[in-house]
């Protein structure tokens, strides 16, 4: 299992930027697909994006164009670039690892889960 912890979170105001970090340890950083979810208050956790150890990547619709993900192997660390941020994008963004990118985009196939941190966005 990977053990997972953000950081980088914090209050930003429309239309600004914010980069936020996943550090990794445990064996399969290397073989793991990695993402991100984030959940708002009183709503479902969602998908925002992943990227796989062959760099390959996804994302929500709602981010795409706007977010950028990428791990570096050597530091066991992953990173969510957010451009052009709004009010809707605020919400807990947690960091996820899971053995395929299609299990860590239905949720249900994620192995492991960070503690979160706070995105928020004023108008």
């Known amino acids: 299992q990977v053990h997972l912890v953000e950081s980088g979170g914090g209050l930003v105001q429309a239309g600004g930027s914010l980069r936020l970090s996943c550090a990794a340890s445990?064996?399969?950083?290397?073989?793991?697909?990695m993402g991100w979810y984030r959940q708002a208050p009183g709503k479902q956790r969602e998908f925002v994006a992943y990227?796989?150890?062959?760099?390959?990547?996804g994302y929500a619709a709602s981010v795409k164009g706007r977010f950028g993900i990428s791990r570096d192997s050597a530091s066991n660390t992953m990173y969510l670039q957010m451009n052009g941020l709004k009010p809707e994008d605020t919400g807990v963004y947690l960091c996820?690892?899971?053995?395929?990118?299609?299990?860590?985009?239905?949720?249900?196939?994620?192995?492991?889960w960070g503690q979160g941190t706070q995105v928020t966005v004023s108008s």
């Open positions: 990227i796989t150890p062959g760099n390959n990547k």
């Open positions: 445990g064996r399969t950083f290397s073989t793991n697909a």
């Open positions: 996820a690892a899971a053995t395929t990118a299609d299990r860590l985009v239905s949720i249900t196939g994620i192995d492991s």
